[in-house]
């Protein structure tokens, strides 16, 4: 259904609704329905640079399940590395490693992607097991994403799966039927669509678990320190 579409299916139960007021609660119950439900999964693609520690990670992205590196996938670090970041020279007091290790592990501090290989930096008398990467290849992030959020252009559709579209409108709906001072106050009925609006995420969720993919690879940026 295009944005349009749903303002309609909206607007028949609360006539006195704009297409602003609409497609701001469309928009919070798009980010409601992609995070409950995982329904849609992205991959983002960036090459790595040597001695890049640290990738802006796409706010869009809510979880990232897994990374590969050089088209390997790598394992996700469990805690921080002793020396959280080596991108630096050598008047910083670290001394990296000048050798290139295949044993990677990936992390994630402050909205940012960290990739570390094995290796063996010092700082103030401090010795870390891992080093930023040393080579330049290709990092492929496997994500749980929110879905864009709609604009003003009414022909837009939502990038959740067709048989979910409804559920959006579902929600919408329910929560006009709870404005207080509104003329269509009802919090039975709206008891009823916020049901709707559940049962179509739970249904979203089973089929996430099938890895239901809405869209291509994007790109991650990277970021210097």
Do not use: C
Request: hydrophobic share 35%.
């Amino acid at each position: 259904m295009t944005q349009k579409q749903l303002i309609e299916l909206i607007q028949q139960h609360h006539p006195n609704m704009g297409e602003t007021e609409i497609r701001a609660s469309l928009n919070r119950a798009q980010d409601i329905f992609t995070a409950k439900s995982e329904v849609i999964k992205k991959t983002y693609v960036q090459n790595s640079a040597i001695g890049q520690r640290y990738y802006t990670l796409d706010p869009q992205i809510l979880r990232i399940y897994k990374v590969q590196f050089n088209a390997v996938e790598i394992p996700r670090l469990s805690g921080m590395p002793a020396i959280d970041d080596d991108e630096f020279d050598s008047g910083t007091g670290i001394t990296s490693s000048n050798t290139s290790s295949n044993e990677r592990a990936w992390y994630v501090d402050s909205g940012r992607l960290g990739l570390v290989e094995k290796g063996s930096i010092t700082k103030d008398g401090v010795t870390s097991n891992y080093n930023s990467v040393t080579a330049v290849k290709e990092i492929r992030m496997y994500t749980v994403s929110q879905a864009a959020d709609f604009t003003a252009d009414l022909t837009e559709i939502s990038s959740i799966p067709t048989q979910f579209h409804e559920g959006l409108a579902y929600k919408v709906i329910s929560d006009g039927y709870l404005k207080a001072g509104a003329t269509e106050f009802n919090p039975q009925v709206a008891s009823i669509f916020d049901g709707r609006f559940k049962e179509s995420m739970s249904d979203a969720k089973k089929e996430a678990r099938n890895a239901y993919l809405t869209s291509g690879a994007s790109i991650v940026n990277p970021t210097s320190f």
